[in-house]
């Protein structure tokens, strides 16, 4: 699983809107649609950012992605 699909997913799972999600990360609407659709290509701050607004971590988020899930 990538990164875009782990953020798509967690955010659906916590239930939080794209618009909240980018305030939250502070980064731009379209840009977090853009990293969601694999359009965009984020730097590894920016990832940390979004998951971190997702109370995750970049390491764990990566090697162990079925903790999405839960």
């Known amino acids: 699983m990538d990164y875009s699909s782990i953020i798509k997913e967690r955010r659906k799972s916590v239930g939080i809107t794209q618009e909240d999600l980018a305030d939250m990360a502070g980064i731009s609407l379209s840009y977090l649609?853009?990293?969601?659709?694999r359009k965009a290509n984020p730097t590894i701050q920016i990832i940390e950012q979004v998951l971190d607004c997702l109370g995750m971590?970049?390491?764990?988020?990566?090697?162990?992605?079925h903790l999405n899930q839960e």
């Open 57 to 65: 971590q970049l390491n764990v988020a990566i090697k162990q992605p």
């Open 33 to 37: 649609k853009m990293i969601e659709q």
